[in-house]
């Protein structure tokens, strides 16, 4: 496939009827539903129970995360864990998976630096989105960050705006019909690699773990 144009999208490798997470994932490895899946060393699919109570969606895996094939295991995975613990969520309940399934970056000399997933790539990475829920059915879903709100609440979805708050889903969706979930809650909050990023990054973290606290105590 070449790198330019408009990416074909994910839906000709999605199964039609998938059974199971390890079917899809499986699947998914194959995919070139945009050019990323050039550059990147391999698809990173979600991970987690296959009954989780909460599903989490970031935005892309990172560096660690593509070279090891697991979402959220690189540094900003290894916060989200303490964020988890901190805010009484238990780690068995959870699946956590990304918007867009491919590492998205711009190469400098050996060092491979993050690139946010544009438009296009959202879009050709919401099938494999819809069919993990097709499959899942949490009683929350917890959004990560910008790119994970757009992918699921629509291009106008600002974190800042929103985060913390309980939200209806999937009736708060951009396409609530994709989404064949019974009526439950969604709460967006900041991507853990933000509070790596933040100045402060002490008042990040509890900003963090006060919106996770509010995820714990919708499922308690």
């Known amino acids: 496939m070449p790198s330019?144009?408009?990416?074909?999208?994910?839906?000709?490798?999605?199964?039609?009827?998938?059974?199971?997470?390890?079917?899809?994932?499986?699947?998914?490895?194959?995919?070139?539903?945009?050019?990323?899946?050039?550059?990147?060393?391999?698809?990173?699919?979600?991970?987690?129970?296959?009954?989780?109570?909460?599903?989490?969606?970031?935005?892309?895996?990172?560096?660690?995360?593509?070279?090891?094939?697991?979402?959220?295991?690189?540094?900003?995975?290894?916060?989200?864990?303490?964020?988890?613990?901190?805010?009484?969520?238990?780690?068995?309940?959870?699946?956590?998976?990304?918007?867009?399934?491919?590492?998205r970056f711009e190469l400098r000399g050996r060092r491979r630096i993050h690139q946010n997933p544009g438009p296009a790539h959202i879009t050709a990475c919401r099938p494999w989105l819809v069919a993990e829920f097709s499959l899942l059915q949490p009683e929350l879903v917890v959004i990560l960050g910008a790119t994970a709100g757009k992918a699921l609440l629509g291009p106008s979805f600002r974190v800042t705006r929103s985060r913390g708050q309980l939200m209806p889903w999937p009736a708060s969706a951009q396409h609530p019909e994709d989404f064949p979930v019974a009526e439950i809650k969604a709460l967006a909050t900041i991507h853990p690699s933000a509070v790596l990023r933040a100045d402060d990054r002490d008042s990040a973290y509890r900003s963090l773990v006060d919106d996770l606290r509010v995820a714990a105590a919708a499922v308690a």
């Open 4 to 103: 330019t144009g408009t990416p074909v999208g994910a839906e000709r490798w999605v199964p039609p009827r998938s059974e199971s997470i390890d079917e899809l994932k499986s699947a998914a490895a194959g995919c070139q539903g945009c050019e990323l899946y050039q550059d990147a060393t391999q698809t990173v699919f979600g991970r987690g129970a296959p009954h989780a109570r909460i599903v989490f969606v970031g935005e892309q895996p990172g560096d660690v995360e593509d070279q090891r094939g697991l979402p959220f295991v690189g540094p900003a995975g290894r916060l989200l864990r303490e964020a988890v613990d901190d805010a009484g969520i238990d780690p068995a309940d959870l699946y956590i998976t990304n918007a867009v399934k491919h590492f």
